[in-house]
Nanobody
Framework: QVQLVESGGGMVQAGGSLRLSCAAS????????MAWFRQAPGKEREFVAV????????YYRDSVKGRFAISGDNGPNTVSQQMNSLKPEDTAVYYC????????????????WGQGTQVTVSS
């Protein structure tokens, strides 16, 4: 089993910044691709960004391109997400996820999930 522990999140005004971090523990003898998903109230969970396990490939959903930056600066099976120029529509619970698939945007291909952290952006 792999456990994912998230930190960061909180409340910020529009235009502000927040940083989310996630670390994997447990069966981390292999590398995983790490991603962030989010779920806004009354909406389905959606993909936000992914970092492939070799750190070579990154992909973002269109609405966060140029504002969010995913990275694995703290070593394998860790991931952070710097979120700048935040908008009220970014308000959601953000989830860290890990996948054995090299590079996936599909929620179904992520086996491990964090507990979620709330991000609230006020206008």
């Amino acid at each position: 089993q792999v456990q994912l522990v998230e930190s960061g999140g909180g409340m910020v005004q529009a235009g502000g910044s927040l940083r989310l971090s996630c670390a994997a523990s447990g069966r981390t003898s292999r590398s995983y691709s790490m991603a962030w998903f989010r779920q806004a109230p009354g909406k389905e969970r959606e993909f936000v960004a992914v970092l492939s396990w070799d750190g070579e490939n990154i992909y973002y959903r269109d609405s966060v391109k140029g504002r969010f930056a995913i990275s694995g600066d703290n070593g394998p099976n860790t991931v952070s997400q710097q979120m700048n120029s935040l908008k009220p529509e970014d308000t959601a619970v953000y989830y860290c996820a890990a996948s054995g698939v090299w590079f996936s945007l599909k929620e179904s291909e992520y086996s491990y999930w964090g507990q979620g952290t709330q991000v609230t952006v006020s206008s």
